[in-house]
């Protein structure tokens, strides 16, 4: 399954599940709790295009459909 990324910063646009479980820094050496813990101690702002990059991932990234 694709997921696209809304924010990545080596210019990446597309990747899935089991490469950001793989490659991902955050995830690597962490089950599911450990990484929850991890990413709400970081208390990081929600990245700038949240609210286009959750309903095109919910739509496998076609943006022609989003309705206004």
Not at 4 to 26: A, C, F, M
Not at 48 to 56: D, G, H, I, N, S
């Amino acid at each position: 399954m694709a997921i696209y990324l809304g924010h990545d910063y080596r210019g990446q646009t597309v990747s899935s599940i089991e490469e950001e479980k793989r490659w991902n820094p955050r995830f690597v050496g962490r089950n599911r709790d450990e990484f929850i813990e991890f990413m709400n101690a970081l208390n990081l702002p929600n990245p700038q295009k949240m609210m286009e990059a959750v309903p095109a991932n919910e739509r496998c990234g076609n943006l022609t459909s989003i309705s206004a």
